[in-house]
């Protein structure tokens, strides 16, 4: 395997056994690293910095050749074995992460036996980490066989932060549910429901945003008040309801922000999808693959 990819990528750009290689590196490369019609191109010019359409990265491999700082990755996917594909598009597209969220959380009960719960630092995190999830598997009710504890948890959440649902309406909804299903295992309250997600590394920040889309309230610039690009105000003033008319007229009036960006961090994420064995294999084919390539050429 190793000697036929060396083969191609040597021959002459307009070599039959070029043309072939290209085509095979397009057709693994696309489903693995493409985002809609487009990747990066690994040719001399782009070297990666450009995403194209497959006709024009087929077109620049050929007529600027690859670029030599690529020319493993090329190789590398090139090669790819189907199988691997497959692997790896579980992994990339979130499939099982979204949809079996009981699958993914499954495997991380593996091993969680040797993680002290009374130990502090990471491993404590962990140890929190994994009681929720041994928790979390439990039935929603007895009989249950659709949601476990956390799955249906999770989906919740998952609805109160696409469409905007207030905290307090969250907890209503709550109480509601549990007074009408005693028998489910809801969590106690909407702030109980919101630690375990943290805990599981599935929370999100809410980032203050320009109203017209210029830029964000964050880090340097988390203290403005007004976009530096348009000057749109990062506030949008409202009356307060039930204030007297005659009180404070700085009392009258609250302000909300005019736009809010949710941004789910990816550090704790990954942290906890490398819990999980089967999960922090798929994670590292990449880097695995490719030290499996150096020790083949080494040899
Ligand atoms: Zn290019
Ligand atoms: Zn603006």
């Known amino acids: ?28 490369g696309f489903p ?57 598009m579980d992994c990339e597209t979130g499939k099982g992460f979204e949809d079996n969220l009981d699958d993914m959380f499954d495997c991380t009960g593996k091993g969680f036996e040797n993680v002290n719960e009374g130990e502090q630092g990471p491993n404590k995190e962990a140890a929190k980490f994994y009681r929720h999830v ?48 005693p028998n489910a295992v809801l969590p106690q309250s909407f702030i109980a429901a919101k630690n375990i997600i943290k805990d599981l590394g599935l929370d999100y920040q809410k980032i203050h945003a320009c109203p017209n889309n210029c830029m964000l309230f964050w880090a340097e610039n988390s203290d403005k008040e007004v976009c530096d690009n348009c000057g749109a105000s990062r506030w949008v003033v409202q009356e307060k309801k039930g204030t007297a008319a005659n009180s404070d007229p700085d009392k009258l009036i609250h302000k909300v922000p005019s736009k809010i960006m949710r941004y789910f961090p990816l550090k704790p994420r990954l942290q906890r999808l490398f819990m999980c064995k089967d999960y922090s294999k798929l994670m590292t084919w990449h880097d695995v693959a490719k030290k499996r390539r150096e020790i083949k050429t080494s040899c």
């Open 134 to 181: 041994r928790e979390g598997k439990q039935p929603l009710y007895p009989g249950c066989t659709k949601f476990s504890r956390l799955s249906f948890m999770i989906r919740l959440y998952h609805l109160k932060c696409v469409h905007g649902i207030t905290e307090s309406a969250f907890g209503d909804l709550l109480g509601l549910m549990k007074d009408a299903f």
């Open 1 to 28: 395997m190793d000697e036929e990819y060396t083969l191609w990528i040597d021959f002459p750009r307009y070599s039959q056994e070029y043309l072939d290689g290209v085509e095979c590196f397009l057709q693994k």
């Open 32 to 88: 693995i690293f493409g985002k809609g019609d487009e990747m990066q191109c690994p040719c001399r010019k782009c070297a990666k910095r450009l995403w194209l359409g497959r006709d024009s990265i087929y077109d620049h491999l050929i007529c600027n050749g690859p670029s030599l700082v690529h020319v493993q990755w090329i190789c590398e996917v090139a090669h790819t074995k189907l199988s691997d594909i497959d692997d790896f």
